[in-house]
T-cell receptor, first 114, second 113 residues
Framework: AQSVTQPDIHITVSEGASLELRCNYS??????LFWYVQSPGQGLQLLLK??????LVQGIKGFEAEFKRSQSSFNLRKPSVHWSDAAEYFC????????????FGQGTTLQVKP | DAGVTQSPTHLIKTRGQQVTLRCSPK?????VSWYQQALGQGPQFIFQ???????QRGNFPDRFSGHQFPNYSSELNVNALLLGDSALYLC????????????FGPGTRLLVL
């Protein structure tokens, strides 16, 4: 069965510092991978996705993620965090096709210190 | 172009009651998926509708049912509400057989007392 693990429940970084949010997945083949962001009281916004090809994926708001098959990981990075990046971040997997049945991790809450 | 819309935004019910939540997909989308997000958790897939039929289902009891209308809008019904059904219910829409990803609505916050 597919599963997603986000090891860090809560992360605090200073504004301007770099950020890396971890995501590990369990799936037999190469999955479709996603990162979503959720601000308080809001729905989910897609940051980026990986289906195939280049393992370094660029997304919106200056985020990028790297797919590493050997580590079953899809970590999200940003070189310089802004106070507006404070939110909940979710990694998700959709098997090996874009079926729309997403399996989400528990999420990582990002707090940004001024 | 309106994105995914959901109604109502908030709802309070008591145990044992029934509730209906509504979702209108993004223009051009024909597939609707529903998710339950409990407080402090990631969303969990409930089911997906396409061509007015349930196509995929997650690990939810039969108390959770749905419907899709010819205009692609959808309803989520939950019978015999339990306290544990309190959550944010998210609707997502997409276009079948497309590499385009799902768009999520803002959700309906359900509180069961």
């Amino acid at each position: 069965a597919q599963s997603v693990t986000q090891p860090d429940i809560h992360i605090t970084v200073s504004e301007g510092a770099s950020l890396e949010l971890r995501c590990n997945y369990s799936y037999g083949a190469t999955p479709y991978l996603f990162w979503y962001v959720q601000s308080p009281g809001q729905g989910l916004q897609l940051l980026l996705k990986y289906f195939s090809g280049d393992t370094l994926v660029q997304g919106i708001k200056g985020f990028e993620a790297e797919f590493k098959r050997s580590q079953s990981s899809f970590n999200l990075r940003k070189p310089s965090v802004h106070w507006s990046d404070a939110a909940e971040y979710f990694c998700a997997v959709d098997g090996s096709s874009n079926t729309g049945k997403l399996i989400f991790g528990q999420g990582t809450t990002l707090q940004v210190k001024p | 172009d309106a994105g995914v819309t959901q109604s109502p935004t908030h709802l309070i019910k008591t145990r044992g009651q029934q509730v209906t939540l509504r979702c209108s997909p993004k223009s051009g989308h024909d597939t609707v998926s529903w998710y339950q997000q409990a407080l402090g958790q990631g969303p969990q897939f409930i089911f997906q509708y396409y061509e007015e039929e349930e196509r995929q289902r997650g690990n939810f009891p039969d108390r959770f049912s749905g419907h899709q209308f010819p205009n692609y809008s959808s309803e989520l019904n939950v019978n015999a509400l339990l306290l544990g059904d309190s959550a944010l219910y998210l609707c997502a829409s997409s276009r079948r057989d497309s590499q385009e990803t799902q768009y999520f609505g803002p959700g309906t916050r359900l509180l069961v007392l």
